[in-house]
Nanobody
């Protein structure tokens, strides 16, 4: 069982930045591919970014490419999402998820955090 906790959400203005973190409780995230997803009100959960178990490969949704960066911490217990040049359409609850092999499909992830709210004002 992998328990994940997100942090770092908040309210920023358009063009601002936030850094989200996802931490695993009681164990490392070694061996797990990690994904970030988001869900806005009345919309389905959508893929944002993912990183392979060893950090060697990263994947991004077209809507965030060039603005967001996913990375793994050196301690192997955290995964971060640096979000720059934020836009109002980035407003959503952001979730991290773990799976042996990364996927863009949220239904394929067995482990999820509780989510953190990101709000971008215009």
């Amino acid at each position: 069982q992998v328990q994940l906790v997100e942090s770092g959400g908040g309210l920023v203005q358009t063009g601002g930045s936030l850094r989200l973190s996802c931490a695993a409780s009681e164990r490392t995230l070694s061996g797990y591919g990690m994904g970030w997803f988001r869900q806005a009100p009345r919309k389905e959960r959508e893929f944002v970014a993912a990183i392979s178990w060893n950090g060697g490969s990263t994947y991004y949704a077209d809507s965030v490419k060039g603005r967001f960066t996913i990375s793994r911490g050196n301690a192997k217990t955290t995964v971060s999402l640096q979000m720059n040049n934020l836009k109002p359409e980035d407003t959503a609850v952001y979730y991290c998820a773990a799976r042996a092999v990364v996927s863009r499909n949220p239904d394929e992830y067995p482990y999820w955090g509780q989510g953190t709210q990101v709000s971008v004002s215009s």
